[in-house]
């Protein structure tokens, strides 16, 4: 049989797939791409066996149906360095040969049947159904994502956690050091129900989702999460367990808050880092009157820095200690202007919320303090 399509589309196509599979496959068929004509269109699938992402690409033209894996490290490089033009391949189904002919040559590569291929539909009965648009899903995972852990004795960690609500969908994401807790009251009228998504997946729809101006629907039950997009569909197996009552750890009654401008300090911190001491990478936030001291130091290698960031505070004066790395992570995954930093002693977590919240958004993000030597 033979079929031809856009090369780049088709390379397109293989490399947002191609993220899916492991390095290392429990069964050596998922080395594979799965590659399905039907009617004209091409269904290519891509696996790991807990997580399967399955796009579909136009063909100028076939003149059957059919069904053949392809290795996928070996189609990716070959189509590499192909320009923009039509790609025919020829495919002998008694061999699995597979010639692909373009301008100026033409590859051999040898396929494999797709009988041992792991069927990867999931009945879509008895599931939670929610359709959220692509936007307000892409910001949810975006701003957790950074917080994800990677913890084997705490699995329900790993991944980003959707909480549904009558009113409201949640996103959350902890690693135990720093929560993220992202509020959209533009998802309403849904029964209660939640689930913890993987980070693997979650960073698969990172990707995709920019690409996508429709709404994504969102299919799931206690074990896996179907999603469909305008140009692929992910399907997933959901991390279980129960998630951590993550309002339970966010500080109430906060009398010290200081208002800052989120680059300013951002910038600020980046400098200091690089003379606080490496391994631990504590940085001293000085509160005083309208402003704010960013200061760290090396004792081992007498290094040491400090900068002054004007901000708007008015209480009294106040030292607290912060993992610098993950303070940056924070305000880099943080829009806005200016920052609002909520603190109530040294020995407790840290509130970070935006000056200005997004419209239907309710962003909070938490970072648990260091003890200083002082």
Do not use: W
Not at 49 to 58: A, F, P, R, Y
Not at 75 to 104: C, G, H, R, V, W
Not at 247 to 265: A, E, G
């Amino acid at each position: 049989m033979r079929f031809i399509v856009s090369s780049s589309a088709l390379f397109n196509r293989l490399q947002t797939i191609g993220r899916v599979i492991n390095s290392k496959n429990t069964l050596p068929i998922l080395d594979c791409f799965l590659f399905e004509i039907q009617d004209n269109i091409l269904t290519i699938t891509a696996s790991d066996s807990e997580t399967t992402l399955i796009t579909n690409l136009e063909l100028v033209e076939s003149d059957a149906n059919a069904r053949f894996c392809i290795n996928a490290k070996t189609i990716q490089d070959s189509m590499k360095e192909i320009a923009e033009q039509p790609l025919s391949f020829d495919i002998n189904p008694d061999n699995m040969e597979i010639t692909a002919n373009y301008q100026n040559g033409r590859f051999n590569i040898v396929g494999q049947s797709a009988d041992e291929y792991p069927e990867m539909n999931l009945p879509q009965e008895d599931m939670n159904a929610l359709i959220i648009p692509a936007e307000t899903m892409l910001n949810g995972i975006n701003r957790c994502l950074f917080a994800t852990a990677d913890d084997e004795l705490r699995p329900v960690m790993n991944g980003v956690y959707f909480d549904i609500q009558a009113d409201n969908l949640t996103f959350v994401s902890t690693d135990g050091h720093k929560l993220v807790r992202n509020r959209n009251y533009g998802i309403k009228d849904h029964q209660p129900a939640a689930f913890i998504l993987p980070k693997k997946p979650a960073t698969i729809l990172k990707n995709l989702l920019p690409k996508e101006s429709d709404d994504v629907t969102l299919k799931f039950n206690e074990r896996n999460a179907y999603i469909t997009m305008e140009s692929s569909r992910l399907i997933c197996r959901l991390i279980e367990g129960r998630y951590p009552n993550y309002n339970s750890v966010i500080p109430q009654n906060n009398p010290y808050r200081v208002t800052v401008d989120r680059l300013t300090l951002l910038s600020a911190l980046k400098r200091v880092l690089i003379f606080s001491n490496q391994s631990s990478a504590l940085i001293k936030l000085h509160l005083e009157s309208n402003q704010l001291v960013v200061s760290g130091q090396d004792i081992d290698y007498s290094t040491s820095a400090e900068e002054r960031v004007p901000c708007e505070y008015g209480d009294s004066p106040m030292n607290i200690g912060f993992k610098g790395t993950f303070l940056i992570d924070i305000l880099n995954n943080m829009g806005g202007e200016n920052v609002i930093i909520e603190l109530a002693d040294p020995s407790r977590a840290g509130v970070i919320v935006p000056a200005e919240q997004e419209e239907n958004e309710d962003l909070l993000m938490l970072l648990m303090p260091m003890m200083l030597n002082d």
